[in-house]
């Protein structure tokens, strides 16, 4: 069974920085696009940044420049750098990735998410 597990959540203050990191688990294949979504009260999920398995990356226009993502491939992980944080960005955040289990055929795994809140 695979598993993702967002970790590095919490309050932080306008202009702050956070951490966020996903690890998985379980019996892996193989990882392709790795993402980070996240979700406000009353809106849709929104894609913030996603990397491929070659390290190609794409960012939400809202976050450009102030968010970076990478991964660990050796380590199955994908980070999220986030600075320069605004209150519009307090979000629940959930990690996404496209992973080969006990076959190779991908299927997409979601985390639980964990809560970013930024105050003004």
């Known amino acids: 069974q695979v598993q993702l597990v967002e970790s590095g959540g919490g309050l932080v203050q306008a202009g702050g920085s956070l951490r966020l990191s996903c690890a998985t688990s379980?019996?892996?294949?193989?990882?392709?696009?790795m993402r980070w979504f996240r979700q406000a009260p009353g809106l849709q999920r929104e894609l913030v940044a996603a990397?491929?398995?070659?390290?190609?990356?794409n960012y939400a226009d809202s976050v450009k420049g102030r968010f970076t993502i990478s991964r660990d491939n050796a380590k199955n992980t994908v980070h999220l750098q986030m600075n320069s944080l605004v209150p519009e960005d307090t979000a629940v955040y959930y990690c996404?990735?496209?992973?080969?289990?006990?076959?190779?055929?991908?299927?997409?795994?979601w985390g639980q998410g964990t809560q970013v809140t930024v105050s003004s």
């Open positions: 990397i491929t398995s070659g390290g190609t990356t």
């Open positions: 996404n990735a496209d992973i080969a289990s006990r076959s190779r055929t991908y299927y997409t795994y």
């Open positions: 379980g019996s892996i294949l193989g990882i392709n696009t």
